[in-house]
């Protein structure tokens, strides 16, 4: 009851002195099955609003749903002018998703969606938003990992041109703090591959980050063309990094997917909430359409803010310059000089 109790404050009297001392969040993972290219953005929609319905009888007030929510994930196929058009969002809320917002309006709840943004001067993003609970867009962010190539791959069944369609995100890696609706949470976004670099993560955990929502539409196996994973595999490292990095930025986590066969193409689901310590609270058991619910002790967070990751007391930036002052590997000299030996010794004992 005290859980209950604490969310009634923090909701229903955010004012309250009870809702600053105790700050409890109900917050849902609405994964998504698959969406095949012959789905019409009406079916989809009807889709999202029952997830969105489900996830408020539940008692949520944030729902986090998948990348690219409101499509098929297109950037598998090589596409060009109106067949590629067609996946971009001129502005948010338009007439085509404006039910969506209306409706999470109506319910009290706020959602984390992801979407293909073109802006007025036809830059193309791969874009997430936080919208409040009033229907207002409390913060945008764009991808800034994009993975694959920019060409297509010769022989590839599918390919991976996110390099291709989107440019990469320019908004840097920022945190909002959140209303009394949400405790004054401090929020942050990634989307899909963000997740597997720390940066990603250290970056929202310098501004003290609380909850970190993830959108994800990944691959249930290598899509680089590598044979060496699967979907267990694959969906083993989306879990490890939710977790792990949850735990070394002390933030709650909520990675959501789009799941399942997608257009012949086989997506991993693992859908989950992570808290502070990088256990797993939640998390979905299908591949299809699946709420799971969480109740979020933002306090939680305070331990390790304060202790084993007070940031302030034990970073050493100075020490760190390598990470921004390159992008690849530069392996330690030396291994020349090595490998010449060993030849010169390789043809003397031949000479003998």
Same mark, same amino acid.
């Given at each position: ?131 409040? %609970? ?5 913060? /945008? *962010? ?5 993975? #694959?190539?920019?060409?297509? @791959? $010769? &022989?590839? %069944? ?5 390099? /291709? *369609? ?5 908004? #840097?890696?920022?945190?909002? @703090? $959140? &209303? ?173």
């Amino acid at each position: 009851m005290l859980v209950e109790r604490s969310i009634a404050s923090c909701i229903g009297n955010p004012h309250s002195l009870e809702a600053i001392l105790v700050r409890i969040l109900r917050a849902a993972a609405a994964q998504m099955g698959p969406t095949q290219k012959a789905d019409s953005r009406e079916h989809t929609l009807g889709r999202m609003l029952e997830l969105l319905e489900t996830a408020a009888a539940r008692g949520a007030s944030l729902v986090v749903f998948p990348e690219l929510a409101f499509t098929t994930f297109f950037p598998r196929w090589y596409l060009e002018g109106d067949a590629l058009d067609q996946y971009f969002e001129r502005s948010m809320p338009n007439p085509a998703v404006q039910r969506l917002f209306d409706r999470a309006r109506a319910l009290r709840v706020g959602f984390y969606i992801g979407y293909a943004e073109q802006t007025a001067d036809r830059q193309r993003y791969n874009c997430s938003i936080l919208v409040d %609970r009033d229907g207002a867009i409390l913060g /945008r *962010y764009r991808k800034v990992h994009l993975p #694959g190539s920019v060409e297509p @791959r $010769a &022989g590839a %069944r599918f390919q991976q041109l996110e390099k /291709r *369609y989107f440019s990469y995100g320019d908004l #840097g890696f920022p945190a909002f @703090r $959140a &209303g009394p609706d949400w405790c004054h949470a401090i929020m942050g976004m990634m989307i899909c591959n963000d997740r597997r670099w720390p940066e990603s993560w250290r970056v929202l955990g310098l501004q003290g980050v609380e909850l970190v929502c993830v959108g994800y539409n990944s691959a249930a196996y290598d899509p680089n063309g590598g044979v060496t994973e699967d979907a267990a595999l694959r969906t083993f490292h989306s879990t490890l990094v939710t977790q792990a990095n949850a735990y070394m930025n002390t933030t709650w986590a909520i990675a959501v997917a789009k799941a399942g066969d997608e257009d012949g193409s086989g997506l991993i689901g693992g859908s989950c909430i992570v808290d502070p310590n990088g256990r797993i609270v939640a998390e979905a058991a299908t591949l299809g359409d699946e709420v799971v619910v969480a109740d979020l002790d933002l306090d939680l967070c305070r331990q390790g803010k304060d202790k084993m990751f007070n940031f302030a007391a034990h970073r050493r930036p100075e020490q760190y310059a390598v990470i921004t002052e390159r992008a690849g590997v530069v392996e330690p000299a030396g291994l020349d000089a090595v490998a010449t030996n060993l030849r010169n010794q390789e043809a003397e004992r031949r000479s003998r």
